[in-house]
């Protein structure tokens, strides 16, 4: 846990930054002054385009940013700190005199975690900066801890591979040159070992998945998905004529802005989940769909499979949820989990909506390439 009494410190123990945007500094003189006497590192940029040229060169731990201002306001200042990767992550407080709530509201928006008022009072600004920076410091911490544990589960599962393809490997042979040969038993053991090396090789793809689906930098830009249909029905051909299936594309198709690979593995994963999870009784239908809704696409996929009951739609995306037995249904429990992981690295959303024993349709909503104003 962080400890919020090290005033004007970082997690590393090294002095926090905060940077001053203001047109008029000597206002803030006093509040300048007193944190220093706090063991703050205080920086100052005399407007607006200054403050987003020091903003990128130091990496400030806070920006305290006036609203009003000469040239760029705040809000423009604030709307661009946001739009850059190596900015959009430091916490901008906002010193504002004005009164309206829309004024208020609107550095919200531009991506603003607080605001204070002027005339400034030291302890109050020495209040609101110590708790966003504490907040800071346990969002890294949490990042940090999300990427030791990704970067366990690729290890373990990659050192785990080359056993398990020998246990695999051996146990083909035998079959191969002696399951014949074997007593009844001893071929439901050997049967039975090939069985779970399967199901622990998948699991272990499962998991290497997962782990680099997270550190995946995601290339936004617009992905046909006719393609990625074509690829879909050359991959699950065999099984949808199989089980009977009904496979259904609604055409047209709009385009989304994303990183083609997610998108292809969040398709690939639905569409593998509809044809697993369906009912026995009747013919089995998969429909996808890709609409432009306002300034997003909403790429969805549909089926008249088991469906979930309301208590589990949020579960189902966490790793190794399972509602069925493998016995009942096969897979792993991770792949919704690779789902929901991709939609957040391309920070998009995913919805579900179904009825028991009806259906199911997952929704994900990404950015449109064509926005529609």
Known sequence: MVATSDIGTTPRGAAATILIVD?????????????????????????????????????????????????????????RLKARESTRDIPVIFMTSLADMRDKLAAFEVGAVDYVVKPLQVQEVMARVNAQLALRAMHRQLTAANQKLEAFTYSVSHDLRAPL????????????????????????????????????????????????????????????LAPLMQHLATIFGERIV????????????????????????????????????????????????????????????????????????????????????????????????????????MEGDITIESTPGAGTTFAVRLPAANQKL
Do not use: W
């Open 23 to 79: 047109d008029t500094p000597a206002n803030l003189a006093l509040v300048v002054e007193y944190l220093e006497s706090r063991s703050f590192r205080m920086l100052v940029a005399q407007g607006g385009e200054e403050g987003l040229r020091r903003a990128s060169l130091v990496q400030p731990d806070l920006i305290l940013l006036d609203a009003i201002m000469p040239g760029i306001d705040g809000f423009e200042v604030c709307r």
């Open 165 to 224: 393809r020998a246990i695999a490997g051996f146990a083909q042979i035998l079959h191969k040159n002696c399951h014949a040969s074997m007593a009844e038993e001893n071929r439901r053991y050997l049967d039975t070992i090939i069985n779970a090396s399967a199901r622990m090789s998948k699991l272990i793809e499962d998991l290497l998945l997962y782990a680099r689906t997270a550190r995946i930098a995601a290339v936004t830009v617009p992905v046909p």
């Open 242 to 345: 199989t089980a009977g299936a009904r496979f259904e594309i609604l055409e047209p198709l709009a385009t989304p802005l994303g990183d083609a690979t997610l998108i292809s593995q969040i398709l690939n994963n639905l569409v593998d989940n509809a044809l697993t999870y369906r009912c026995h009784d009747g013919q089995p239908e998969v429909r996808i769909a890709a609409k432009q809704v306002d300034r997003d696409v909403v790429l969805s996929v549909a089926d008249n499979g088991i469906g979930i009951e309301p208590q589990y739609h949020q579960k189902i995306f966490e790793v190794f949820q399972r509602l069925h037995s493998s016995d009942e249904y096969p897979g792993t429990g991770l792949g919704l989990a690779i789902v929901a992981q991709a939609v957040r690295v």
